[in-house]
């Protein structure tokens, strides 16, 4: 078998069976279909029951208690039976023909990656995420050059980017203390992957369709978020070094890191609006006393920063929290 598409699937009853449907009507169809429900409280259970008995011969379905995204990738992954892994979210879509794309790009140069491009789905107009790369296969000196974007472009490190092949998968590690990680996944799980691979091929095409979701994850914002951040740029910085990122690079990976960061004040301030000020105030104060964030803004520029980055910036070096708090429920 060529193709495991692996689903992981939460809260997903409203939009699961168009994703799956636009897998089975590829006209490659040389694939298995994994779905995964990862505790869902709705009726995503019910719905993938239907989908796997409806098509016996391509859709299989288990169900696990709630660990996050994370694991539930990776208890996929170990469920797989194909030569490349996959990934799909619940509410997302392969564009037409994307795996016979896939397979020809497999047939052409055994690539351990084939990555391709995103198209996002907007109310304000369609967007594509590409890489600033030429189409075709890195290997030996360019891999360097395609490994560097996973620090650089937007959603170049999403796990649903990319056909894998199972060898380069670390089934051999262990990830439960990992287990609930919000920020991030994607990019923590492929670093490993991507250090394994020895030859990427770009196919400069938007094959994998996303469909923004609102009440994902990151559209809440909690104390325990900066842990996690803690954890991803551990690991940034180990690949940073291993694969001997410029200095350059380095700052504007900080500077990444600065935005991200500033980026929880907003969504604090404004999430269920519950937060009241004491507690946004607490929040900022994590933020500002937090080591990675002060050590993000020593290598980072802030004239590179956008206007409300920098004003964040200026608003916390003077303790005027209420004035944050302010700005940030009225933008």
Known sequence: MLFSILIPVYNAEKNIEETVRSILTQTEQDFEIILLDDGSTDKSKAVCTQLSSQNPEKVRFDSQINT???????????????KYLLFVDSDDLLAKN???DIRRSIEQTDSDVVFYDLQKLADNGDERYTLPLDEGL???ETRALFLRQLFLTKYSYSMCQKAIKQDCFDFDVDYERFQGMRIAEDVFQSFPIMDKAQSIYYLKKPLYIYRKNSGGATATVKLSDFHWCEVLYERQDEYIAKWDISAEDVQTVAEGRVRRMLGFLS?????NGNNTYRQFKEFAKALT??????DARSKSSSKKLQKIYRMDLALLKL???RALYILHRSI
């Not at 996050?68 to 194909?82: H, T, Y």
């Open 319 to 321: 303790h005027w929290y």
């Open 289 to 294: 006393s937090n080591k990675l964030f002060c």
């Open 267 to 271: 969504v604090y301030a404004k999430q």
């Open 98 to 100: 994307a795996l016979a």
């Open 138 to 140: 890195y290997t030996n």
């Open 68 to 82: 996050g995204v994370l694991i539930a990738r990776r208890n996929l992954a170990k469920l797989s039976k194909g």
